[in-house]
């Protein structure tokens, strides 16, 4: 897959793996994501590795990032999207969101699939909306507290 990549301004947009700044990344979701609290080192390596990342940037500095995981042909799912909280309420957020929609290996999917509690109007402006047949989707859930407290990603 060929690295994606947009500017605007002083920012750009890339997939490139080696511009991701892994510390910024692994601090905000360990530490401040309401998702992911308390997520161990290896499981967002291993996330990482198996996901199309997308990371926003200025002079390169981490601000923002995302990330997609798919099979590129039917299904997507959209996860870890955040935006650190001193370059918020710039429009970083919907352009990282229009750059991950326009992507080439992104195009039509049946399903692009996420989940979240509190950015619904965000979404809806890309095409996203609430389940309309919540019977139909099952889901296993173990929340991310227990799991990385019982050390069940540890090797």
Same mark, same amino acid.
């Given at each position: 897959?060929? $690295?994606?990549?947009?500017?605007?301004?002083?920012?750009?947009?890339?997939?490139?793996?080696?511009?991701?700044?892994?510390? $910024?990344?692994?601090?905000?979701?360990?530490?401040? *994501?309401?998702?992911?609290?308390?997520?161990?080192?290896?499981?967002?390596?291993?996330?990482?590795?198996?996901?199309?990342?997308?990371?926003?940037?200025?002079?390169?500095?981490?601000?923002?990032? *995302?990330?997609?995981?798919?099979?590129?042909?039917?299904? *997507?799912?959209?996860?870890?999207?955040?935006?650190?909280?001193?370059?918020?309420?710039?429009?970083? #957020?919907?352009?990282?969101?229009?750059?991950?929609?326009?992507?080439?290996?992104?195009?039509?999917?049946?399903?692009?699939?996420?989940?979240?509690?509190?950015?619904?109007?965000?979404?809806?402006?890309? #095409?996203?909306?609430?389940?309309?047949?919540? #019977?139909?989707?099952?889901?296993?859930?173990?929340?991310?507290?227990?799991?990385?407290?019982? #050390?069940?990603?540890?090797?």
């Amino acid at each position: 897959m060929q $690295t994606f990549a947009r500017m605007k301004d002083s920012f750009i947009v890339s997939t490139d793996p080696a511009l991701l700044d892994k510390e $910024t990344i692994f601090s905000y979701l360990h530490h401040e *994501a309401y998702w992911s609290l308390g997520l161990p080192r290896d499981v967002f390596e291993k996330s990482l590795e198996h996901s199309l990342c997308f990371g926003i940037y200025q002079h390169n500095t981490q601000l923002g990032f *995302a990330r997609v995981i798919s099979d590129f042909s039917t299904f *997507a799912y959209l996860c870890d999207v955040f935006i650190l909280t001193p370059y918020r309420g710039q429009g970083l #957020g919907k352009w990282l969101m229009e750059s991950i929609m326009d992507h080439p290996d992104l195009q039509g999917l049946r399903r692009f699939y996420l989940v979240t509690r509190d950015a619904h109007g965000l979404y809806k402006h890309y #095409g996203f909306s609430s389940l309309d047949d919540c #019977g139909r989707h099952m889901e296993k859930v173990v929340p991310a507290k227990v799991l990385y407290e019982r #050390g069940q990603n540890q090797e």
